[in-house]
């Protein structure tokens, strides 16, 4: 197909949104994955021991904050803030719309094991209004939810007078996109709004029509983080990123639980299992990109050296192309569509050079290569 390539080393394909590729067919995943091997980290720990002398002379009640979903990224990273930095660190969490009962477990087990946590449940009424439309505007079923985890953070931040906010990975550098802020140790919010939020969020708090009381939590400004000097940062620039790390740590240390069988639509069992709409939402980028979320597990087990390029597209093949039926109900209820308007609007961001469809049945028109 016209304009579809793969990564010569991954399953990446072309069509992934900001991803580039050198002249070897290589993409910046990869690419960055063997940089990390000659990377001097050293001079990265002295910058974090910088940041964290100049964070100690506010001498607040808490050194910095961390977002947590209960998940292994953000388990592992207040485990070695709290226990190797000796940093006063708050976690918090924006509570997910369909959340699970794995991912409140494993959320439970990790405040148990002594961190300081704040649980913000934000309108449920408004951040569905924003989810529905996030899908329906966006091809992004949680989008609510995705603005939450910058916006809510950063109110919290402002309400302690936390100056340092440590996020995990950046999923551009790590998996795919925009490499512009691979030696940056900061991102803003414009980083995060053209490269998480799709775009100008506020045309769709627009669309609500809710007042600006209902969408305080979702509405934020680059002025709120510079006149209060609040740093945004990712774990991922100070150490090489290493998710399955991240899940050994996180199972050993907090008593992180992975569900019994695979997630819906991969092979592996122990990311992402705080809420069904994850699920709803790369199956949609599956649509939209013509890779699912078996092609982004299969992506990292490559580069982490336990799986070959072969392999990774057997699963891809298998796995993406897996609509998540078990959520179904649970979806036509939240989004308060019926069966075929909510098939409708996934149809809609089908991208039919990819995709042929009988019955809101997608055929993938392409094979891996």
Known sequence: MKNLSWCTKCINNSLRPRIEFDRYGVCNACQWSEEKKKLNWNKRKYQLKKIIREIKKNNNLYDCLVPVSGGKDGTYVSNVVRDKLKLNLLTATSRPALESELGNLNLRNFI????EHIHISTNGEVMQKINKLGLVHKGSPYYGWLMSIITVVVKLALTFKIKLIFYGEDGEVEYGGSSENKNKPFFDLKYAVKNYFEGDYRKILKLTKCSKKDL?????????????????????????????????SAKKKSGFKEDSKSNSGTFTNFAQSDQSLFALHTFIMYLKFGFGRATQDANIEIRRGAMNRDQAKNLANLYDNSFPHEYLNQYLD???????EFFKVLDSWTNKNLFSSKKYVWIPKFKIN
């Open 112 to 115: 148990k094991n002594g961190f």
């Open 216 to 248: 305080f939590w979702f509405d934020l400004s680059e002025n709120d983080l510079k006149k209060n000097q609040i740093l945004m940062t990712h774990w991922g620039y100070f150490e090489p990123w290493d998710s399955y790390k991240n899940y050994l």
């Open 334 to 340: 939240y989004y308060q569509m019926s069966k075929k």
